[in-house]
């Protein structure tokens, strides 16, 4: 559709992960004896909002130590969550839905799994889950009619 002129719209969201220490409650049969963590990367909206309004797919490239290390992920929520031991960066790619006419944007998160910090010790001792969180936005200029309806409406 038409693009509106002299316009320029935006749609914050969170990326990032969280992390936990795998209990020996928590191993699987499955569950390989050198992974330490279990941890969920994901993206979407600041309020919690899946994005699918405005995102089609989002790929994440893992590091090329896991098995189908490129994720694509075509519904939401989306995420990824995956054992391991150890930190990496993570690619996140999004594209996004079809009427909006959008390149796609990339961005990187570095994967944590350890406490560091003045209360790294403490956070060690009880298990914590480790939180490693982006806020940022999407920047639409002259932004298609139809997207510009998508992120206007309620
Ligand atoms: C490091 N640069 O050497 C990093 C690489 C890779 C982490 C960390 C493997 C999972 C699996 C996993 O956790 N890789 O076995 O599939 O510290």
Redesign the pocket.
């Known amino acids: 559709s038409k693009r509106l002129k002299n316009l320029q719209i935006c749609r914050p969201f969170i990326y990032g992960n969280i992390a936990l220490p795998l209990g020996e409650d928590q191993r699987g049969p499955d569950t390989?004896p050198?992974?330490t963590?279990s941890w969920t990367i994901f993206l979407r909206g600041v309020n919690g909002e899946d994005l699918s309004d405005i995102i089609k797919r989002v790929v994440f490239k893992?590091?090329e130590?896991?098995?189908n290390s490129t994720r694509s992920i075509e519904e939401p929520p989306f995420e990824v969550t995956?054992?391991?031991?150890?930190?990496?960066e993570i690619s996140v790619r999004v594209y996004f839905v079809p009427e909006a006419n959008e390149k796609n944007v990339a961005m990187y998160h570095h994967?944590k799994l350890h406490p560091y910090g003045p209360e790294a010790e403490q956070q060690k001792a009880e298990g914590a889950t480790v939180t490693s969180l982006q806020y940022d936005e999407f920047v639409f200029n002259e932004p298609t009619e139809n997207l510009f309806e998508i992120l206007t409406k309620s």
């Not at 995956?82 to 990496?88: A, R």
């Open positions: 390989s050198d992974h963590h893992l590091h130590t896991y098995p995956e054992t391991g031991w150890g930190e990496f994967l």
